[in-house]
C-alpha cells in the first residue's frame, strides 16, 4: 500500500509545475514534534500556551494534593484531598486532549489540501487537452 501511495505522488509531482512541487512537498505529513509545533504556530496558538500555563498550574495543584493527602490523618481530609488530586488529572487530561484534537484537525486539513492540488491539477489537465 505505501509504494503505491509513493507511486502517487511521484506522479503527481511529475505533473506539477515547479511551484506547485514545492507546495505539494510542504504538504508532506510531519513527525510529532513538527505537528506539535504546527499547534503553537497557528491562529488559536496563544490559546495553545495559555492552555499549557493553566495545565503546570493544575500539575503543582496535583504534587499539592498529593502531599497533602499523604499528610491527612482523617478520613475526611483524604476524600477531600484525593478528590482535589483526581479532578486535577482530569482537567490535565483534557488540556491534552485539547492540543491532540488541534493537530488531528491540522492533519486533517494538510489531507484537504493535498487533494484541492490533486483536483486542481487534474481539472488543468482536462483543460489542455
Known amino acids: 500500500m505505501k509504494k503505491e501511495v509513493e507511486k502517487l505522488d511521484d506522479l503527481i509531482k511529475e505533473t506539477l509545475s515547479e511551484e506547485e ?6 504538504l508532506e505529513e510531519k513527525n510529532i514534534f513538527g505537528k506539535i509545533t504546527d499547534v503553537y504556530k497557528s491562529k488559536v496558538g496563544w490559546l495553545a500556551i495559555v492552555m499549557n500555563i493553566v495545565h503546570i498550574l493544575f500539575f503543582i495543584g496535583f504534587v499539592y494534593a498529593l502531599v497533602q493527602f499523604f499528610d491527612a490523618e482523617s478520613t475526611r481530609d483524604l476524600i477531600l484531598w484525593s478528590g482535589a488530586g483526581f479532578l486535577c488529572m482530569i482537567f490535565m487530561a483534557m488540556l491534552k486532549l485539547y492540543v491532540w484534537m ?28
Request: no cysteine; proline share 0%; aromatic share 6%.
Open 21 to 26: 512541487a514545492r507546495f505539494y512537498e510542504e
Open 102 to 129: 488541534q493537530m488531528d484537525k491540522n492533519d486533517v486539513m494538510r489531507e484537504l489540501k493535498r487533494i484541492e492540488l490533486q483536483l486542481s491539477v487534474l481539472a488543468h489537465k482536462k483543460d489542455n487537452s
